[in-house]
């Protein structure tokens, strides 16, 4: 029975990797290598072909609306800024990446109340248009590095961020598998404190937490929130950069936090979506005769999986770009 | 790989199809980079700010910027009655700024081998970038044109075509075909 689920693990991964392509930006002298076609993300295509044309239209419009603030000092146009980053940003982070997958999975992987489903959603989507900021002065103002390869830095850190979410994934369904994860691995290791049979995960009302477990769930979840939101989005990047060229600084920084708020409005969505999915995997894998443990258990052992899968495919897609 | 992925790059297009009185002799695309890209281009590769490009200019964007595309085939593939046809290396490039746009033209020249002429020639193109990290779309105003084709009767047309992305299924893309008759 375990050997079989290492088996599906492992056919996990192999898709990954077999799905993951080469990225790079064809205009900086970088060379694109032809990989494998394989659709692992499940947004009907008509629809990302309207976002992409929708993005277009916005980056249109924001950089019309820069202009007229650098030349103008419009305040007018300075509010159009905000509420169209804002837009932008719930329209990009709907298109792959940005963390949805990680977290939708997480929360699949881990019973939590839906305002944690808001917050890591939230924090993550900031964290990441701070970084960007942090980028854009550092490597552009300060050391005068070439704007593409500037914008172009998510890759370098979103390899390190996926390979600890892969980790974290790992580290879930190896425990799980081995029976000894029930919840938060740590905090029941570290108290000796023992569950009951429903294997509920410290955060859950329904079995008394103890605050060592309690801690843990929370420390967890801000280790996901820092692995996730430390790769920078490379919009929020471009639009700090087209700031930056419009002498528009802290206009610029106002644009990424609208920005910011925007994915976040996106990812908290699915984090909630995740939350809310799980009693009804719970629900499925008991109809399948399993009993509550169990079902908990493997529901568990899918998001994890779910978690390797996607930030192992995030991983080599980066890498593939350095 | 999605990060990374989605569209970064935003480029509206202009596809006019090249004729003689020998038939097809190529494509010349025109590309209208979004002017975030452009901007970034701008301080990347050229000399000034703002106002017009020097020739030096165009070149250091032709060189650092440009030639690089023929790894992935300028992400541009065309069809001969069916057939895919090979493409020359692009002539005629040419660089301009357009307010805070940068514009690419350039031909693509081709050449379909005389065995696969029929007495009426159905000819395609796409450009598509499959790991859609560069979104193309045909510009909105004149984004087909036919030049020196009367004789041949050349016309040209829009359409759109599923295209397979790297990681995202089947996505759309704008495909212009031009139909016209081999000469007598």
């Known amino acids: ?322 | 790989m999605a990060a990374q992925a989605h569209p970064h790059i935003f480029i509206k297009q202009n596809v006019v199809a090249l004729f003689d009185p020998s038939g097809l002799t190529g494509f010349r695309l025109t590309w209208r980079f979004d002017p975030m890209y452009s901007s970034m281009m701008r301080a990347d590769f050229v000399s000034t700010k703002g106002g017009p490009l020097t020739p030096a200019d165009v070149k250091n964007l032709h060189d650092k910027s440009f030639v690089d595309l023929e790894d992935v085939h300028y992400f541009t593939t065309v069809t001969f009655n069916g057939k895919p046809l090979p493409l020359d290396t692009p002539t005629n490039f040419s660089a301009t700024a357009d307010g805070g746009t940068i514009v690419y033209t350039f031909d693509i020249p081709v050449r379909p081998d005389p065995h696969d002429l029929r007495p009426e020639n159905v000819v395609a193109i796409t450009v598509f970038d499959p790991s859609y990290y560069v979104y193309y779309e045909l510009a909105s105003d004149n984004p087909v044109a036919v030049t020196s084709g009367t004789a041949l009767k050349a016309a040209c047309g829009a359409s759109v075509v599923w295209r397979d992305s790297i990681g995202w299924g089947r996505v759309h893309s704008d495909l212009v075909t031009c139909t016209y008759h081999s000469p007598r």
């Open chain 1, 1 to 322: 029975m375990q050997r079989r689920r290492f088996l599906s693990f492992g056919v996990l991964l192999a898709i990954a990797a077999r799905a993951a392509g080469a990225f790079a930006d064809p205009f900086n002298g970088s060379h694109v290598v032809p990989a494998d076609t394989g659709s692992m993300f499940l947004i009907p295509s008509a629809i990302l072909v309207r976002l992409a044309h929708m993005q277009m239209q916005l980056n249109d419009v924001i950089s019309r609306e820069f202009r007229s603030v650098h030349d103008t000092g419009s305040i007018a146009a300075a509010l159009a800024i905000l509420a169209l980053a804002f837009l932008y940003g719930v329209l990009h982070a709907a298109a792959p990446g940005h963390g949805k997958t990680i977290v939708g999975s997480y929360f699949v992987a881990n019973e939590s109340r839906w305002r944690s489903g808001l917050f890591m959603g939230g924090a993550i989507s900031l964290l990441k248009g701070l970084v960007a900021i942090a980028i854009v002065v550092v490597m552009s103002l300060i050391l005068h590095v070439k704007e593409i390869e500037t914008a172009n830095q998510g890759a370098i850190v979103g390899c390190v961020s996926y390979a600890l979410v892969v980790v974290i994934g790992c580290a879930v369904f190896w425990r799980t598998a081995m029976g000894r994860d029930c919840g938060h691995s740590y905090g029941r290791a570290a108290s000796g404190h023992v569950h009951g049979a429903t294997c509920a995960s410290a955060d859950h009302g329904s079995v008394v937490p103890t605050s060592v477990s309690d801690h843990s769930a929370t420390n967890f979840r801000r280790f996901v929130i820092a692995a996730t939101g430390m790769v920078p989005c490379s919009s929020a990047i471009i639009i700090m950069l087209f700031a930056l060229a419009n002498d528009a600084m802290g206009m610029g920084i106002a644009a990424v936090a609208a920005l910011s708020l925007g994915m976040a409005v996106t990812v908290s969505a699915v984090g909630v979506v995740g939350i809310g999915a799980r009693p009804v995997l719970v629900r499925a894998a008991r109809g399948a005769g399993q009993n509550l443990a169990h079902a908990e258990r493997t529901v568990r052992l899918v998001g994890a999986a779910a978690m390797v899968v996607f930030s192992g495919l995030l991983m080599l897609g980066a890498m593939s770009q350095i």
